[in-house]
C-alpha cells in the first residue's frame, strides 16, 4: 500500500472549496501541496463542445490530466490536495494513472442558503446561486454518500475550522 495520497476535495461552488484549501497550503504542512484544477485554464462552452464533445468529457478528461500530473510529482510530495469541483466518478477512473499514489475524494457541502449567500457575497457571481448549481451539489451529495466519501459540510464551520479539519485529514495520510 502506498504512502503517498492525492486528496481531491470537490463540491459545488460556493461550498468552499478553494478558501478552505488556500487556508490549509498557507499552513505549509510539511509534505503537503496543493493544487488548484482551474489554474489550467477552463476552455468555454464551445470550445467544450468542439473538441471533447461537452463539458462533462472536457472535465473527464482535464481530471485524468490532474491525477496523472500529481501522480508523478516527486515522493517528498506526500500529499497531493486537488481543489477541483468534479465528479468523483471522475476522479476514480483516473486513479490508474496516479502512479504510486492512493486517490481520496472528500466533499465539501453546504446548504442551498448558504451557497447562494457566499455566491452573491464575497464571490460576487450571484448568477451561481442557481437552482442548477443546487442541482448539482445535491448530485455530489449523492455520489458522496453511496461512494461513503468524506464530508464536511461547511455551512457552520469557520474556514478555519474546515481547514483544521482537512489538516487532520492530511497529516493522517502524509504518516
Known sequence: MSDRHVLVITGASGAGKTTAVNALDARSVPGVRCFFFDSIGVPGVEVMERDF????????FATGEWIARLGALPDEVRVAV?????????????????ARRQV?????????EIRASRLAGARQQPELASERMNNWAAYL???????RLDVIDTSSLT?????????????????
Open 53 to 60: 464533445g461537452s463539458g462533462e468529457q472536457w472535465q473527464a
Open 141 to 147: 451529495r449523492g455520489q458522496a454518500d453511496a461512494l
Open 104 to 112: 481520496h475524494v472528500m466533499l465539501l457541502d453546504c446548504s442551498p
Open 159 to 175: 474556514v478555519d475550522e474546515v481547514a483544521d479539519r482537512l489538516e487532520v485529514l492530511v497529516r493522517r495520510l502524509s504518516g
Open 82 to 98: 486537488l481543489d477541483g469541483q468534479t465528479r468523483p466518478s471522475f476522479v476514480f477512473a483516473a486513479a490508474g494513472r496516479a
